[in-house]
């Protein structure tokens, strides 16, 4: 005898197949015969042989209703499918039920990909009856998250990226796609001078990020808010500009450079006759030394004292004082003075003040001369001195800073203004050599 299902219309055909999904959910396939296959198919008939779209399995059809025999019915088995075809001179109905509850399922465990930067997106899927409510909080973009875990891994907090929701008569689907908060990608930029520009991209959420901040834009990826963050560092990914002690480069090159003039001042005085000269032994020479500049970011905005000896360099090489002597001579019966003062710019000397004085003998006269001319005789005698500026130090031997100089650079998102500054240090300062070019051959 052949058993009905939910109506005296629709006689089973064999066994029903069951399919266990998963979360506990079942499948059910159902194949019928109908009664009177010549005229089920018409419209005027439908409704004795296809139940609606999310009815229950276990539920009576509104014509020749049957409730199911004890045991037969699952719980929360709803309609999702309903087709008819032929076999030979037999109308056949399929019907295909799931279990559809009052609250939502996932239809599977999540699928996971580590595709966005090496950051966790998870998609899950739920499915629940038509018409059951969307959960309040899988729904606001951005806000929302899970703390998702695989395993035994410590838990990774993904953000609500996108939800898609796809309505039937029999069924609500809910499908929500949710990525992990981090660093979506870093670009680096090298500028000039040791300095290079990182632009790094956040999702949801602003991370650590090195150097001065010098933009930093908003926008959205797959629903999501991503950060734009530009920052300044150095070649090595240190901050630009913490404290401006640290060159953030340096190069060799070779710099404009005055040697000093020499000058001699000297008393070759002998017997009554004192003598005094001042010669010029060596010329001032403009030459090419070996030098390095140093480049670093900063926000002070004025030269310090420090500058001028970086890299243990003597000072500022800017000589604003030259050699100078001064001549004094007094004739000690006639009173007569003879006073010379000559400056010598560009010279410098290593002689130091003297005096000496020359007297008669036997009522014959003593005599001065300056730059091989008598300037002075006198019965009694003659004392005379000669003061000396030797102008600047021999720079031979030493380094020397020959410029410091400070230019704005940049301004960071906070008004903060970050300042360029460039030191360049001579190298020890060779001796001048004659008969060749420079200092280098």
């Known amino acids: 005898m052949a058993v009905s299902h939910r109506t005296n219309r629709l006689k089973l055909i064999g066994t029903p197949a069951v399919e266990q999904l998963q ?23 439908k409704a004795r042989i296809f139940p609606d779209f999310g009815s229950l399995e276990s539920a009576e059809m509104s014509i020749d209703g049957l409730a199911p025999r004890t045991g037969e019915a699952y719980t929360d088995m709803r309609l999702v499918s309903v087709q008819s075809s032929t076999q030979q001179d037999q109308y056949i109905v399929t019907l295909v039920y799931q279990t559809l509850g009052a609250s939502f399922v996932q239809v599977k465990d999540d699928t996971i990909d580590l ?3 090496g ?11 038509a018409g059951t409510d969307i959960p309040t909080d899988d729904k606001d973009i951005g806000v929302d998250f899970i703390d998702h875990q695989i395993d035994a891994e410590t838990a990774v907090r993904c953000f609500l990226a996108s939800y898609k929701v796809d309505d039937t008569d029999s069924y609500r689907e809910f499908e929500r796609t949710y990525i992990q908060a981090g660093t979506l990608s870093v670009s680096t930029k090298n500028l000039s001078e040791g300095v290079k520009q990182v632009t790094t991209v956040f999702l949801v959420t602003e991370g650590t990020t090195v150097g001065p901040v010098t933009a930093r834009n908003t926008s959205n990826f797959q629903g999501l808010k991503t950060i734009t963050v530009t920052t300044m560092q150095d070649k090595n990914g240190n901050p630009l500009g913490t404290a401006g002690t640290t060159p953030v480069h340096s190069f060799d090159t070779f710099s404009n450079f005055s040697y000093p003039g020499l000058f001699t001042a000297s008393d070759s005085s002998s017997g009554r006759v004192g003598n005094v000269e001042i010669e010029l032994t060596k010329a001032p020479a403009q030459s090419k030394v070996q030098s390095k500049v140093y480049v670093f970011f900063t926000t002070t905005s004025t030269i310090q004292s420090s500058d001028y000896t970086y890299e243990s360099a003597s000072g500022l090489w800017g000589p604003n004082d030259w050699g100078a002597v001064t001549i004094n001579a007094r004739g000690l019966n006639s009173g007569i003075r003879f006073n010379a003062s000559k400056a010598l710019r560009g ?24 730059q091989g001319s008598q300037k002075l005789f006198d019965l009694n005698g003659i004392p005379f001195s000669g003061t000396i500026n030797p102008g600047p130090s021999d720079p031979v031997g030493s380094k020397w800073v020959l410029d410091v100089k400070i230019t704005s650079a940049f301004d960071d998102v906070d008004g903060t203004t970050y300042y360029k500054k460039t030191i360049i240090v001579t190298d020890t300062i060779p001796a001048q050599v004659s008969s060749v070019g420079g200092p280098y051959n």
């Open 23 to 45: 979360n506990g959910r079942y499948q059910l396939t159902v194949n019928c015969t109908t009664m009177n296959s010549r005229e089920d198919w018409y419209s005027s008939n």
């Open 115 to 117: 595709e966005l930067n």
């Open 119 to 129: 950051l966790r997106r998870v998609s899950r899927t739920s499915i629940a009856q």
């Open 347 to 370: 010279y410098r000397t290593d002689d130091s003040n003297f005096s000496g004085s020359v007297s008669a003998s036997f009522g014959e006269s003593a005599f001065f001369n300056f």
